[in-house]
């Protein structure tokens, strides 16, 4: 499992290979702080190379969206596979997050 951050455009993308979890989460939300602590304010995280994510993974995800809501920011994801979405539906957190089917959309949409 492995975290990549990279810029396109104006937005810091944050690729996620591997799964999202208890053993991992510190690592990305650590870095995603030090980020928008540097100034950064739009953040994609793509999912196109997870594969699963726990509750302490989507835990994370709720803890960075309101950490960067509340320094004026905004966060997308992207590419979540079928059972990824279906997590985000059955726990509500598709109302939470913005969630775009590709790449490009999620950027688009910055």
Known sequence: ???????????????????L?????????????DALEGGERKFLIDFEK?????????????????KIREQGGEL??????EDLKTL???TKLDTLFQIADSRERALESL
């Open 76 to 81: 997308r994801l992207a590419n979540l596979n």
């Open 21 to 33: 979890i208890v053993g991992n989460r510190q690592e990305m939300k650590q870095k995603v702080l």
């Open 1 to 19: 499992m492995s975290f990549t951050m990279q810029r396109e455009r104006d937005v810091l993308v944050v690729d996620v290979d591997g799964q």
């Open 88 to 90: 985000f539906e059955l």
């Open 50 to 66: 997870t594969g699963y994510i726990d509750s302490s993974g989507l835990g994370v995800l709720v803890s960075l969206s309101k």
